[in-house]
């Protein structure tokens, strides 16, 4: 049954949307569309409206303005019940008083699927989790993790379409986040269902999506697949957000990096470079190092490069002392330019 989820019946598709409380605007007209069978992550910081847009797509949240469609379907005045989807929340929203068998098939028996049905899917939720040694247990005997597992086994036996996840790691411990990452995302392909999951952590995005909505203050910022949004931000925003660490953003005086004689051929406003894309040479951004703080597979940086803060990501152990300086090199093909007011991408003119 859901193997075939790849046909229409899994897009979701917003138009228009909005949604306020009075003063406060959480989303102002937010259009997306998420193709069939594939993995969309809703990122942003806290306050920017990825969760509110996922409770519209729920039906728990009314939007103001706009359509939501489920498989072309207009459910915009539907009810949650009657939309198709699943959800999986940040506090796994477990009874505490049922057994992990019970809480699995709860919402089956709310909607009155035969008990030979609430077996079978039971049994092949447990099977594809692999937490068939729990089921006679209650949530307070578990885990974080067996818990996230017993979350994902309700929306599994469920067969939606569409899966809706709203921060589902982050209580977990940040070794357990990576291992759920992989599941959650192996789960997702093996069912072919559609994910919507909101975080507002970039590396989850970038590890699991295969589209990146960003938002920002109720507003799409760049809506692209996450290697797109990485080479190729739409707004220094983007830039700043994305990458570990973030892109490096130098203010320009002219075509001249702030408080340095380096002059940048015919650029203005913002310079973006990323720390990775940097390294020490014999030319290049004149520095001063601040510290250098050593990870292991790398060094990461920190230099004063004019009146501006530079990271540069460097392999292996790069032993630095505070106050040397330096000159920190790259390729021309690795720097981004940006309006300085409204913030969007500029072409290189070189």
């Known amino acids: 049954m859901m193997a075939d989820m790849h046909d229409q019946r899994g897009e979701v598709r917003l138009t228009g949307v909005t949604r306020s409380w009075g003063e406060t605007t959480a989303l102002a007209g937010v259009s997306l569309t998420v193709r069939a069978g594939t993995f969309c992550v809703l990122l942003g910081p806290s306050g920017c409206g990825k969760t509110t847009c996922l409770r519209i797509v729920a039906g728990l949240d009314q939007a103001n303005g706009g359509r939501v469609e489920i498989g072309g379907r207009d459910v915009t005045a539907l009810p949650p019940a009657a939309r198709g989807v699943a959800m999986v929340f940040q506090s796994y929203a477990l009874f505490p008083h049922l057994s ?9 028996k709310a909607r ?7 077996a079978k899917r039971l049994d092949r939720a447990v099977e594809i989790l692999g ?3 729990l089921l006679t247990r209650r949530p307070g005997q578990l885990s974080g993790g067996q818990q996230q597992r017993v979350a994902l086994g309700r929306a599994i036996v469920a067969e939606a379409s569409v899966c809706l996840m709203d921060e589902p790691l982050s209580n977990l411990d ?3 986040r990576a291992e759920m990452r992989r599941e959650i995302l192996a789960l997702q392909r093996r069912l072919g269902m559609t994910m919507l999951y909101v975080t507002h952590d970039q590396t989850e995005a970038m590890g699991m999506a ?10 799409i910022e760049q809506d692209a697949p996450p290697a ?11 830039a700043s957000f994305i990458g570990t660490p ?4 130098l203010a320009l005086d002219g075509d001249r990096i702030r408080g340095t004689d380096f002059i940048v051929p015919g650029a203005s406003g913002l310079l973006g470079i990323r720390p990775e894309a940097l390294r020490v040479g014999a030319t290049g951004l004149p520095a001063r190092v601040i510290s250098a703080e050593y990870l292991g597979a790398d060094t ?4 004063m490069v004019g009146e501006g803060r530079v990271l540069a990501r460097l392999p292996g152990k790069v032993d630095l002392a505070s106050g040397a300086h330096i000159h920190l090199s790259h390729d021309r093909a690795d720097l981004h330019l940006f309006d300085a007011t409204s913030g969007h991408a500029r072409p290189i003119p070189f």
């Open 228 to 238: 797109e949004m990485y080479a190729k931000p739409a707004t220094s925003f983007v």
């Open 174 to 176: 940040a070794q357990l």
């Open 300 to 303: 990461v940086v920190a230099c």
């Open 210 to 219: 295969d589209q990146v909505v960003l938002l920002r203050a109720g507003r």
């Open 131 to 133: 937490i068939g040694h």
């Open 246 to 249: 973030p892109m490096n953003l």
């Open 100 to 108: 992990v068998a019970e809480n699995i098939v709860f919402g089956l």
């Open 112 to 118: 009155s699927v035969a008990p030979t049905e609430r």
